[in-house]
């Protein structure tokens, strides 16, 4: 693929994510309007705003589900139109979204971030179940992987959702209100984590969050850029010496 080969010939100052005059509305009232950011690799960004100000419609918008109305997205270069390395992308949806009905064990849950937009219907390999418990085993769940998805705790099903989010190994991961419905203790561990990843890896993250204090503590008092109701605060990580990295979810598990 052509950007994921790009990728791998630069090192930690290109750009993920460009947001050019971005607008957008509901029923001709507007949600977005102008925004204008750019999200650099081994970026860690904290999206905050209000209720309405169109946090999850522009993780939409990133992740290609929803085109802007005026303006221009670009992924990696590309525009998002003519977009296609989307297994460079991780996305973990809010979990409010989230049936806890859905008749789906662990492990499928996990696979199921393997299946692209045009492999769908694809059988799954040993490389692929390889993929899963490797997956599994970085986010320290392997023992849940035969139970159904409905039956874990919230802090469980969160990991899950990781998981499969990572199971491609993206360069990308976006995370909208992760820590939304979990205990205290658990957002603690969970952030812990994901500010683990972006320290000794190479990943870039945009994580939406109500929670300022925890975002302030880790991302710095001040935004480095507002828009609207959108605020973004922004934190560089350049811990590893060689920003081209190695496999993920092998380096997550090794850590464990």
Known sequence: ?????????????????NLSGVSFSYDNQPILQDVNFRIME???????????????TLLRMIVGLTRPHKGAVS???????????????????QRS?????????????????LYGRKKLFRRVTKEDVARCEDALRAMKIEELGNKRIG????????????????????????????????????????????????????????MVSHDMDMVRSYLGEEPKGRSGKLSF???????LEDCQGTDLLHSLRKEG
């Open 151 to 206: 039956a874990l705790s919230g802090g469980q099903q969160q990991r899950v959702f990781l998981a499969r989010a990572l199971i491609n190994n993206p360069k990308l991961l976006i995370l909208d209100e992760p820590l939304t419905g979990i205990d205290v203790e658990t957002q603690q561990n969970f952030f812990q984590m994901i500010k683990h990843m972006h320290q000794r890896h190479n990943i870039t993250f945009l």
């Open 75 to 93: 992924l990696f270069g590309t525009p998002a139109a003519r977009f296609k390395d989307w297994n460079l992308i991780g996305y973990v949806p």
């Open 233 to 239: 605060y922004v934190r560089h990580s350049h811990d």
């Open 42 to 56: 081994r970026d860690f960004v904290g999206l905050i705003g209000s209720n309405g100000a169109g946090k999850t």
């Open 97 to 113: 979204h989230f049936n806890p009905l859905f008749p789906a064990t662990v492990k499928e849950v996990v696979l199921s971030g």
């Open 1 to 17: 693929m052509e950007a994921a080969a790009s990728m791998a010939q630069t090192g930690c100052h290109r750009e993920i994510v």
